[in-house]
């Protein structure tokens, strides 16, 4: 009756740890670029000229690009957190409450987007130039997976 006991109480008990280490886990910080635009009305700029709104893209893409950083790096943290925290050390994944910026960063990528859908509608020449370095970014991308994926030999034409 005793090992019954002490069996279930253990199993209790893990089953706790799973359910705060789950919770935890749930509470890391994401990557940038996996965050999702949060929906921004375009309508909020329709009085906006070109000029006002490539201001205003170039204001919202430095803020992206800073709170993006920074999220990168209560991504990074938490990653490292975790790790230790499982393996060596569990009190280091109270450290992971950080400074977690994707509500932000979601707000400011709807921004962008409906800032770029104003540019679009109003045929803004910097809604052409943003399509136009989309296109040669995917190319560069693209181009840059084709050379990693080519054989070794095929690389090194210089010698």
């Known amino acids: 009756m005793l ?14 740890y799973l359910a705060a280490v789950s919770m935890l886990v749930s509470s890391c910080s994401s990557r940038s ?5 949060q929906y921004v009305s375009p309508l909020q700029y329709e009085s906006y000229d070109c000029g006002q709104i490539r201001t205003e893209m170039q204001r919202v893409g430095r803020r992206v690009n800073e709170v993006a950083g920074v999220q990168d790096s209560e991504a990074t943290k ?16 109270f450290f992971m409450i950080g400074k977690d910026q994707e509500q932000e960063l979601s707000r400011l990528k709807g921004e962008f987007e409906a800032l770029e859908q104003a540019a679009i509608q109003k045929d803004c020449n910097v809604a ?9 970014q995917a190319a560069r991308q693209s181009g840059a997976r084709e050379t990693q994926s080519a054989p070794r030999s095929a690389q090194r034409t210089d010698r």
Do not use: H, N, Q
């Open 33 to 37: 670029e996996t965050i999702t635009a």
């Open 128 to 136: 052409a130039e943003l399509s136009e370095a989309r296109r040669s």
């Open 3 to 16: 090992k019954k006991l002490t069996l279930k109480t253990s199993g209790i008990r893990g089953l706790g």
């Open 78 to 93: 938490d990653s490292v957190a975790m790790g230790v925290g499982l393996v060596l050390f569990w009190p280091a994944l």
